[in-house]
């Protein structure tokens, strides 16, 4: 492979990884589940569109609200503490609890795609009464029903998928791992953010803040910060703590795209964090 060409792929990859995180990171989860700030409807609808691979939008919102409501406890989606790791990571997405079908999974890479398609709980379902507001809007209800999921999930990776194909065995297995890279790291928040890692706050659950998660999951492991102040805009609250998902947010705030970013006063800060 020559130097151009890996350089091409590089670049690809980032923009890849770069799209999905932040679709999940800011547009699911910060503005959509907790509305920690609000974005221009295109932009909104643009960075849904990249985060799909977390899910349907109702699902993942529905799903996430239950999380907060209950963590960690019997009611929790997914916790690691009840329901072992690999459960927590992966296997809740499918219901699967057998450890060798979660690793398989997990290591599917782009075939998650696939597999989430025909396999992943959709709208109308079990947790739409938790993303009532998700679902009023026209859009996202379409992106959550299985036809619509499947639209837009071409929509998202067919670009991709199609200049790797174009490198053939080598854009292949490039593709695969950066898969696998960008699906675990957005499960590992759910696994490894309520088992290891620093717990800074108090009342936060089971969570923890872990410098490693926060670095592949573009801000979203500072996890302990992130359940002591659910709506905050930045989930790194402490000095130190490199968010950036929350630096996106204060970017699009000074061009105008984003508004109304929620953050905690710092004496909240102080009476909660741990001695
Ligand atoms: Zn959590
Ligand atoms: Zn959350």
Redesign the pocket.
Known sequence: MDASTLLWMGALLLVWYLSVGFGITVAYHRVLTHRSANLRKPLLYALVLAGLPAGPPAEWVGNHRR?HAD?DGANDPHSPVHDGFWYAHCGWYLGIRNRGLCLLYALGGPLRYLIDIALRPMSPGGHDALAKDVLEDRFLRFLSTRFGFLVGSTVQALPFVLAYLLMAWDGVIIAWVAGIVFYNAGDAV?SV??LWGKQDFDGACE?RNSRFVALVSLGEGW?SGH?AFPRSARHGLLKGQVDLSFILLRVLASIGLASDLYLPSSEAITQRRRA
């Open positions: 999380h963590s759910n953010g309520h969570a996890h359940h």
